[in-house]
């Protein structure tokens, strides 16, 4: 009775949220259709679970487990979450071909279960490759965590924050997903060694303090319910601020002088250090001398009519970013003014890396998601999706 209750109430919930994700999907960098399909199926399942158990009808309940083994789809989907996290497109046509071995061990697993009593070497042989299908996944998922997702290395500290409440969501959902899936392996075993149909439903109460822990998570961090908006939020920063990029400039070295020739500069320049980081910025965000894909910090120095030794000093000693870094970041940021005064209405994506300084696409596509946290074509979707 009070898992049957439980099963309903956190069905309810998950349904709630799922709803909730959908509709805040395009502004939020760490959700996309998969979680919401992921959330959905997996609370629809534990909501109907509740009901049929609790009106126990045995025609419902029969109904149910014959088509219990479907809800493996949530397998691939899990992987497809992870995958489309550093995506700039949710999906595409080629996710399908993961959910043919799910919907093809279900109707195999129909048509074994509901019209032919298989023998044990059958059931631990479809115990075995039901194994390798769940084992296979969470290595894929974990692998790409850790190649894409988890290692991310930005110097921006906005997009580190963000960074960091990915990882530590992903980092949580892996989990409770492992532990979800070490309840259905042993649930599995003990049906075949008690000659039961593999349906995977012994220990549900496990599951369903896992889902209901998962669901809290989720409710008590706004970031993953809502999505960030950081972007907006520093664009507001950055018009209360004498510098655009302030929390890039420190007026303190941030590593220790060691070099004759660096303490010699310091003493030239740390009068001034305002002055040049406002000068800086100043031609910065005229953007036209960024545009140029082969700008040195030669070229900028001689643009800012300053030796260049000053400007190397000042990005080695009071920028938390490299010159390059720099020059990427605003060059994103002139894209995104092209983009806000209609610029894509008549040109491409591939046009408006080229005309803010990138040699191609991909660099951009690359800077673009390292400083403001989100795809192109996503920071697109979002700004059209925010009320004029």
Not at 244 to 268: A, D, S, T
Request: net charge positive; proline share 3%; hydrophobic share 45%.
């Amino acid at each position: 009775m009070i898992l049957n209750s439980l099963c309903i109430i956190e069905g309810l919930i998950g349904l709630i949220i799922a709803a909730i994700l959908l509709l805040n999907k395009k502004s939020n960098p760490i959700m996309n259709i998969y979680m919401v399909l992921l959330i959905f199926i997996i609370s629809s399942r534990f909501f109907i679970y509740g009901i049929i158990n609790l009106i126990s009808i045995p025609e419902t309940i029969t109904i149910y487990t014959k088509y219990s083994n479907l809800s493996s789809v949530v397998i691939p989907i899990a992987y497809l979450y992870f995958k489309k996290l550093d995506s700039e497109k949710d999906f595409i046509k080629k996710d399908l071909l993961h959910f043919i071995f799910p919907i093809c061990h279900f109707l195999i697993s129909f048509e074994i279960y509901n019209y032919i009593t298989p023998r044990f070497s059958v059931k631990i042989f479809m115990f075995l490759i039901f194994i390798t299908f769940l084992t296979t996944y969470i290595f894929l998922g974990f692998k790409h965590l850790k190649n894409n997702i988890w290692n991310r290395s930005v110097d921006n500290k906005t997009i580190k924050r963000q960074n960091k409440k990915i990882y530590n969501w992903t980092l949580f959902l892996s989990i409770a997903l492992i532990l979800a899936s070490i309840r259905l392996c042993v649930s599995l075993f003990i049906e075949i060694s008690q000659n039961q149909p593999l349906k995977g439903l012994s220990f549900q109460w496990l599951s369903s303090i896992i889902w209901i822990i998962l669901l809290i998570k989720i409710l008590v961090t706004p970031e993953i319910l809502y999505g960030y908006k950081l972007l907006n939020e520093k664009l507001n920063e950055n018009r209360n601020s004498n510098l655009v990029f302030n929390e890039i400039w420190k007026m303190q070295p941030i590593c220790e002088i060691k070099n004759i020739q660096h303490l010699i500069l310091k003493e030239k320049i740390n009068l001034n250090l305002q002055n040049y980081f406002e000068e800086i910025e100043k031609i910065a965000l005229q953007y036209d001398v960024f545009r140029d894909p082969k700008l040195t910090i030669a070229d900028l120095a001689t643009k800012l009519s300053i030796p260049k030794s000053h400007l190397s000093y000042l990005f080695k000693y009071h920028a938390t970013i490299s010159f390059s870094e720099y020059k990427n970041m605003i060059r994103i940021q002139d894209a995104i003014k092209l983009i806000e005064e209609g610029y894509l209405k008549n040109n491409t994506l591939d046009s408006l890396s080229k005309k803010i300084g990138f040699t191609s696409y991909n660099p951009f596509f690359t800077s673009f998601k390292d400083v403001i946290g989100i795809a192109p074509l996503e920071y697109i979707n979002q700004m059209s999706s925010i009320p004029v």
